[in-house]
T-cell receptor, first 109, second 111 residues
Framework: RKEVEQDPGPFNVPEGATVAFNCTYS??????FFWYRQDCRKEPKLLMS???SGNEDGRFTAQLNRASQYISLLIRDSKLSDSATYLC??????????FGQGTELSVKP | DTAVSQTPKYLVTQMGNDKSIKCEQN?????MYWYKQDSKKFLKIMFS???????INETVPNRFSPKSPDKAHLNLHINSLELGDSAVYFC??????????FGPGTRLTVL
């Protein structure tokens, strides 16, 4: 079993839709949680950190449930430019990031 | 200005050859990393250096040898290349080991 698992995708949604990505992690010692975004043939870039209290950045909302070892990302009012692969990332500390396999999102006009 | 740069961007080579990939960051970060992203898109850490000292060394064949001449550079040398080494290799850096900034990647193809 992978340490970080995500919805396989791909998700194909129309512009304006709300889409939710889920992620689970297996190591309860995990300390930090992130969503990264990777455009096709580009490098991953940090989208947002995820906090236990939940956090929002514009149209993006991230939630963390430590008891269930579950992380989510909600994107509201999807734009064409949101099309990318979204990577769930977990850290146990010491700078080592564990990446999920990513969920591909395609937003269509 | 490019924050994390890698050279070359593309590398096509024959099995058995030795090759190097270079990485430089101008962000003043202390920690640098090498990751491998395979054809299934999984991104896995290979090595991490903090201020020229090796701190993470995952289960990577010893044909892979990182070298950090100073804290702004982390190079990756690969001996006796194999078909399975074909992947995209990303360099990254971070100030405190939390948010990591990735380079554009080096697409290695072994024929």
């Amino acid at each position: 079993r992978k340490e970080v698992e995500q919805d396989p995708g791909p998700f194909n949604v129309p512009e304006g839709a709300t889409v939710a990505f889920n992620c689970t992690y297996s190591n309860s010692a995990s300390q930090s949680f992130f969503w990264y975004r990777q455009d096709c043939r580009k490098e991953p870039k940090l989208l947002m950190s995820v906090y236990s209290s939940g956090n929002e950045d514009g149209r993006f909302t991230a939630q963390l449930n430590r008891a269930s070892q579950y992380i989510s990302l909600l994107i509201r009012d999807s734009k064409l430019s949101d099309s990318a692969t979204y990577l769930c990332v977990v850290s146990r500390g010491g700078g080592k990031l564990i990446f999920g396999q990513g969920t591909e999102l395609s937003v269509k006009p | 200005d490019t924050a994390v740069s890698q050279t070359p961007k593309y590398l096509v080579t024959q099995m058995g050859n030795d090759k190097s990939i270079k990485c430089e960051q101008n962000l003043g970060h202390d920690t640098m990393y090498w990751y491998k992203q395979d054809s299934k898109k999984f991104l896995k850490i290979m090595f991490s250096y903090n201020n020229k000292e090796l701190i993470i060394n995952e289960t990577v064949p010893n044909r892979f040898s990182p070298k950090s001449p100073d804290k702004a550079h982390l190079n990756l040398h690969i001996n006796s290349l194999e078909l399975g080494d074909s992947a995209v290799y990303f360099c990254a850096s971070s100030p405190e080991g939390v948010e990591q900034f990735f380079g554009p990647g080096t697409r290695l193809t072994v024929l």
